[in-house]
């Protein structure tokens, strides 16, 4: 991804863990912003509704950003 990308009351319908590989990551909720860069690892719960913006690195041009995310019966079953 070559151009910032920005992402609008985006909710997740399952936990997901999110490392950004390349390029920055922004996500706001209401006053709250959290800032990944490259190397960064966050978790993310299901159903919180956010604003994302993506920013690709200034030096190659590109975003890149790895997520996995859970499915609720292993989240209940590490929970257990």
């Not at 992402?7 to 950004?20: E, G, K, T």
């Not at 996500?27 to 990944?36: F, I, N, P, V, Y």
């Amino acid at each position: 991804c070559a151009e910032r990308h920005q992402l609008r009351a985006i909710s997740l319908a399952s936990p997901a863990a999110v490392f950004v590989l390349e390029g920055r990551k922004t996500l706001r909720r209401g006053e709250e912003r959290l800032d990944a860069q490259a190397g960064d690892m966050f978790l993310l719960p299901s159903c919180l509704e956010l604003n994302i913006e993506n920013q690709p690195d200034a030096r190659t041009g590109s975003y890149l950003a790895l997520c996995l995310s859970f499915p609720d019966d292993v989240v209940d079953a590490v929970c257990a």
